[in-house]
């Protein structure tokens, strides 16, 4: 007899072998595109040099010269690439300047001490700070550089000047700018875990509330306004760069002291997702505020602005954000809110919830395909949404492998992307069984709903998008192509697909003689393994493995059972393949 190997694509492993018949079980850096398994692409250095630190988001967007630039954002630094070059552009200030309401400074006479009020300041004692704008007051013009400061409250600080004011005073004028000149440090690589209620310093936060210190890995957003990049660091300020190689990113004038995620609007205004309250300067994690039209320094909310704030409904806080299309979608803890622009000048945006118990496990975990996004949550389901329609939970017959050996404290690892060449998303996590970092991941094709998996470690991963192929990033700072050759940068890599129980016969057991492989575009040797039960608990017998060379038309085979599982694998370089209808040369052996 012959029989041929033609299984449904994607794979199911969260059953039983027996259960699962007729299906794929196993497998790695195997993909199912139009129906059939084929091994990925390899991939290429897109530079021979490091990156610093761990880096968790990558981006790409081309200047107004159509120069394509590719930024990196890591535990200690921002860096960019362009033309084959690598540039750090790490800021060296964590704070941004602001410009103060009017008349902010009060002097006394015969004293150089200089009284600021500043909402929601942020400063500890003896913090620098640039002070410029100021007019003169009490016979003094009270601007200064590098002044160490004294805390009065939440809304007020001293600084010492150069010289004692002649007469009391209040005043300064509407052009008060403060500038702290506190270093830009190092995030976190790892997650602590368990933020809420009880962690932190002592009185950190509201009761009840979630407290604000790092418990976080040190994650970015990255947009591009125009030409130039806007990055923020979770937790720190917004930083605007402005394609120049040779000055460091800023902090955006204006903008919030504290941010939790970024992105630019369609309509040009900056978005600060989880944040300081304008006028109380307190971190809000349901806070929203944007800035103008246009306007990246515009973030006073006033008449003749289109600056505003908003704060989003429910509890939890804010994890994370992005563009789909016209829309803004933003995550928190437990729902999924869909911003919609009105045009309104009191309110020109609104933000509606559309699902409950549906929120992002980390600020990366999630991609958008056209106009729908495809996320994991908290509860490690995955879900979807397409504009207009209603959350779905999206059935992942391998997600529990992933499930029981996500590395505790570590989801904010988790980073998604989509392989559009590929109609794929890929989520990239953290398995325990390897450490603390991504190590493996998880894709689904959107065009059949079938799943893969594979074992590789990447911290980020982009699209192809203006650049022509997908870029990743591992743990340890290198920077690869994807889907670019067949090889790991030239050096070997490995795949493997293996079937579920295959029952090819009730009645009698089959003896497998050989195989007629079908393979396209094969390269390097791949190996057939079989293994055959006959019972589906019953003790296992492997046969192989059998070599299978690139053009063989026939592979002998000597195995018997009822049921049978597959394994065809390759490991090399070049190494990769198109599975086909393999076919199986079977005679009956025995009635057992």
């Known amino acids: 007899m012959r029989i041929p190997l033609d299984i449904p694509p994607g794979l199911v492993g969260d059953d039983t072998s027996f259960a699962a018949a007729g299906r794929w079980a196993d497998g790695s850096n195997v993909r199912f595109w139009r129906g059939r398994p084929q091994v990925i692409g390899g991939w290429e250095s897109l530079t021979t040099d490091g990156l610093a630190g761990v880096c968790r988001q990558v981006f790409a967007w081309t200047d107004n010269a159509a120069v394509l630039n590719v930024a990196f954002g890591s535990h200690n630094a921002l860096q960019v690439w362009i033309g084959g070059g690598l540039y750090d552009i790490t800021p060296t200030l964590a704070r941004p300047a602001r410009r103060l309401g009017a008349d902010p400074l009060s002097v006394t006479a015969g004293d150089a001490t200089v009284s600021v009020a500043m909402v929601g300041h942020g400063l500890a004692g003896g913090d620098l700070v640039d002070v410029s704008g100021a007019v003169a007051l009490g016979g003094i013009t009270p601007n200064i550089e590098g002044a160490p400061v004294a805390v009065i409250d939440a809304d007020h600080f001293t600084y010492e000047f150069m010289a004692p004011a002649a007469s009391s005073a209040t005043g300064g004028g509407s052009a008060v700018v403060v500038a702290p000149q506190a270093a830009f440090a190092a995030g976190a690589i790892d997650g602590t875990g368990g933020q809420g209620y009880g962690t932190g310093a002592f009185s950190t936060g509201a009761f009840s509330s979630p407290s604000t210190a790092e418990f976080f890995p040190r994650t970015w957003s990255l947009s591009a306004f125009g030409e130039r990049l806007v990055a923020s660091p979770r937790g720190g300020t917004l930083y605007a760069w402005a394609n120049d190689t040779e000055v460091a990113a800023e902090p955006l004038r204006g903008g919030p002291a504290q941010v939790t995620v970024s992105l630019v609007s369609h309509t040009d205004q900056i978005f600060a997702l989880g944040c300081n309250e304008e006028v109380s300067g307190v971190f809000n994690p349901l806070c929203i505020r ?194 670019r050759g067949r090889s790991a940068d030239g050096a070997a890599f490995g795949w493997f697909i293996e079937s579920a129980d295959q029952l090819l016969n009730e009645d009698q057991t089959l003896m497998v003689r050989g195989l007629w492989p079908d393979m396209a575009g094969q390269a390097g040797a791949a190996a057939l393994r079989l293994s055959t039960r006959l019972k589906p608990q019953g003790e296992s017998r492997t046969y192989g493995p059998y070599p299978v060379a690139p053009g063989a038309g026939r592979v002998d085979v000597r195995a018997s059972g009822r049921l049978f599982r597959v394994r065809l694998s390759g490991q090399g370089a070049p190494t990769g393949g198109r599975i086909g209808r393999p076919v199986f040369d079977v005679v009956p052996a025995g009635m057992r």
Request: net charge negative; with cysteine.
């Open 290 to 483: 944007h800035s103008g039209v246009r306007a990246p320094d515009e973030w006073t909310t006033a008449p003749d602005t289109t600056a505003r704030e908003y704060v989003l409904a429910g509890g939890g806080r804010i994890v994370g954000g992005c563009v789909a299309g016209q829309f803004i979608l933003v995550w928190t803890s437990d729902r999924l809110f869909v911003g919609t622009f009105v045009g309104a000048l009191s309110q020109p945006w609104r933000f509606d919830p559309v699902g409950e118990h549906c929120g992002l496990v980390g600020p990366n975990a999630f991609a958008v395909a056209g106009s729908q996004a495809v996320w994991l949550a908290p509860d490690l389901q995955f879900r979807s949404y397409s504009l207009g329609g209603a959350v779905q939970i999206i059935a992942c017959p391998i997600r529990d492998e992933m499930a029981r050996n996500l590395a505790s404290a570590q989801a904010d690892k988790v980073t998604a992307s989509t392989v559009s060449i590929f109609d794929e998303i890929r989520f990239d996590y953290p398995d325990a069984r390897d450490g603390n970092e991504n190590s493996r991941y998880l894709a689904v094709c959107l065009g059949d709903g079938s799943w893969s998996k594979g074992i590789m470690a990447r911290s980020a991963f982009v699209d192809a998008g203006p650049q022509q192929d997908p870029i990743g990033v591992t743990p340890e700072g290198r920077v690869f192509w994807h889907e």
